[in-house]
């Protein structure tokens, strides 16, 4: 029986490409697509399916959001997030949120895919940079992830993406272009309306 398997992501021409690939064999079958975090619970909670593959920078509802209230309302749905962040403090707060699994977006397809082969059948997965850094972590006798100010600890993950591009020396409308949200959306979450 294939696993049913829902594409969270709000790039149309990547979300094709992994349907595609999924779709060669008769492993999985792409019961949807949807484009952001808020689509994705209701598609859950209406269809449950096997297994949610999430993107995590998405404009409204982000992956980690979505991620928390998939893993609460559908338990038996696991989820595997898609991200471009690599740091301690990004793949916490996805295995925190509920994620089995997490993947580098710059991994291939055939990662992705033994990633969600693993996840599906009940285990857990980590792209080989991240759990490779948090073994190096844990042999060196620091198995904590670096320290987070309380401050940092206190901000929702979208927040940590907009201080990211801000320590990038991005505008506010830089960042509201790479991140798909409203001027003052970023300006909110940066809290200051003069940049």
Known sequence: MAIEVLLVEDHSVVRQSIRAFLEKGEEFRVMGEVENGAEAIQFCRRSAPALVLMDVSMPGLNGIEATTEIV?????????????????????????????????????????????????????????????????????????????????????????????????GKSSKEIAGVLSLELETVRSLRGRDDC
């Open 72 to 168: 609460r309302h559908c338990p038996n749905t696991k989820v595997v997030v898609l991200s471009g962040f690599d740091d301690d403090v990004s793949v916490m707060n996805a295995i925190k949120a509920g994620a089995r699994g997490y993947v580098l977006n710059r991994a291939s397809l055939t990662d992705m895919l033994e990633a969600i082969r693993t996840v599906a059948k009940g285990g857990s997965d980590l792209s080989p940079q991240v759990s490779n850094r948090l073994l190096r972590r844990i042999q060196n006798g620091n198995g904590n992830p670096s320290p987070v100010s309380p401050v940092i600890q206190g901000l929702s993950p979208r927040e940590i993406q907009v201080l990211r591009l801000v320590a990038q």
